[in-house]
RNA sequence: GCUGGAAUCGUCUAGUGGCAAUGACAAGAGACUGUAAAUCUCUCGCCUUCGGGCUUCGUAGGUUCGAGUCCUACUUCCAGCA
């Protein structure tokens, strides 16, 4: 059983310790999204200088390329890619969401590679098989999202959730028992809470995840920060609290994390930040900018002088500005740095406060400042 | 000097008688949440009450209902010959 300490509540936010095989996280913590292994433009040891604790790479992506068979003869995700510390994987799930050309039955889904067209086949058997096979400490089940907003559709996807869940459950402990009679290192699962903005779904999704007796909880097929902390309420009340709970795919607005926090998530994991980076928009206390812009041409100040990553302690837009518009990869660099190291900084801070009693107001100032446009 | 060829939005470019005129780049702005994203979208002659109006393809004339496109001259550039 994935062991997790929690040292302070306050409401139903909690500080807590996830202590995995391959090291701590404390929490509320943000998970750098590593989804082919990578975070896009940074290295390892950018991440680790930054202050990220731990990172989440794609199960999906990785059949695809390099493969499972190439991960486990490098001894597995954390060894493959030098992060020397916890890890964990998406199921896949995801892809159902966001590829086209996929088919889902009660088996499973059929997805044509988006890299030759291949068609595939992943189910909740295979998505567990591929995840103990690539090591990550730990693992989600294998959901089904869904586009639709009806109340059927959602209610649909949730059920079909459930039944994948049983059988990523039962492929689980067997897959767990090969290896703890080969002495591997103990690897786990969260299950999955759907329900889309329903919250009679969600509730109902909650309680069912619950009686599976999981490591731990995602919650999914969140997209925005509306009406997420109403949701979270009502899903965190019906989750047991001695388990950890990761918010899945949110954390590109500092608002998701502040509310997710405060409902009581421990983690968050998000491509946004570095994909913002990429592109040119980076967070500043005073909201995000888009260096981009041609204001900044002339300004010679640090992105922000309240930050102390690498980018904002050493360089000026006006020459981030420049590296945009001249389409140095230094400038995704730099960026995904200060990117990445904003939001995980953010997520450290809600945990320091939490403990100082100041989250509230803490929360209050940052948001406002934040948000003030 | 002669003989050819060329001149179109900031740049390169499409266009060989029929709607301010193609594409790329540059420029300006926007979007992005479990990453098919180093991506995508919009604007890009001037004015506009968004219906449209006005002025444009080196310069000046001409032919034509109509010219970036054909003709004449000039200017500039390129190539070859002197």
Request: glycine share 6%; charged share 20%.
């Given at each position: 059983m994935l062991k997790f300490d929690i040292e302070k509540r306050v409401g139903l936010a909690r500080v807590g310790t996830i202590h995995t095989p391959h090291g701590d996280i404390k929490t509320p913590a943000f998970i750098g999204a590593a989804t082919r292994a990578t975070v896009k433009a940074l290295t390892m040891e950018q991440m680790r200088a930054l202050g990220s604790q731990s990172i989440l790479a794609n199960t999906y992506h990785l059949v695809l390329r390099p493969g499972v068979e190439l991960i486990?003869?490098?001894?597995?995700?954390?060894?493959?890619?030098?992060?020397?510390?916890?890890?964990?994987?998406?199921?896949?799930?995801?892809?159902?969401?966001?590829?086209?050309?996929?088919?889902?039955?009660?088996?499973?889904?059929?997805?044509?590679?988006?890299?030759?067209?291949?068609?595939?086949?992943?189910?909740?058997?295979?998505?567990?098989?591929?995840?103990?096979?690539?090591?990550?400490?730990?693992?989600?089940?294998?959901?089904?999202?869904?586009?639709?907003?009806?109340?059927?559709d959602m209610k649909l996807a949730m059920e079909r959730t459930h039944a994948w869940l049983d059988r990523c459950v039962v492929e689980n402990s067997k897959l767990a028992a090969e290896a703890h009679a080969k002495k591997s290192p103990e690897q786990y699962l969260y299950a999955i809470v759907q329900g889309g903005t329903f919250n009679d779904l969600r509730a109902e999704s909650a309680r069912y995840c619950a009686s599976k007796k999981p490591d731990g909880f995602g919650i999914g097929g969140v997209f925005t920060a509306d009406g997420m902390a109403e949701m979270l309420q009502t899903v965190n009340n019906v989750l047991p609290e001695n388990k950890p709970r990761h918010l899945l795919g949110m954390g590109q607005e500092p608002l998701d994390l502040f509310v997710g926090a405060e409902y009581g998530c421990d983690t968050f994991d998000c491509v946004g930040p570095t994909r913002m980076a990429r592109n040119g928009s980076l967070y500043t206390l005073d909201g995000r900018i888009n260096i981009k812009n041609a204001k900044y041409k002339h300004d010679f100040t640090p992105l922000t002088?309240?930050?102390?990553?690498?980018?904002?302690?050493?360089?000026?837009?006006?020459?981030?500005?420049?590296?945009?518009?001249?389409?140095?990869?230094?400038?995704?660099?730099?960026?995904?740095?200060?990117?990445?190291?904003?939001?995980?900084?953010?997520?450290?801070?809600?945990?320091?406060?939490?403990?100082?009693?100041?989250?509230?107001?803490?929360?209050?100032?940052?948001?406002?400042?934040?948000?003030?446009?």
């Open positions: 486990q003869e490098a001894g597995g995700l954390a060894k493959f890619c030098s992060w020397y510390g916890p890890t964990f994987t998406d199921s896949g799930g995801f892809q159902i969401f966001s590829l086209p050309n996929v088919k889902i039955t009660e088996h499973g889904v059929k997805f044509k590679s988006h890299i030759d067209g291949a068609m595939l086949e992943m189910t909740p058997e295979s998505s567990m098989q591929a995840q103990w096979a690539i090591g990550a400490d730990i693992h989600m089940a294998f959901d089904h999202l869904t586009k639709s907003e009806k109340y059927e002088s309240e930050c102390n990553c690498e980018c904002c302690k050493n360089y000026n837009k006006a020459y981030l500005h420049h590296l945009f518009k001249t389409d140095e990869i230094t400038a995704k660099i730099l960026a995904s740095i200060h990117n990445e190291h904003f939001i995980v900084s953010v997520v450290d801070a809600i945990r320091t406060e939490l403990l100082k009693d100041s989250f509230v107001d803490y929360r209050n100032t940052f948001l406002s400042r934040y948000y003030h446009n």
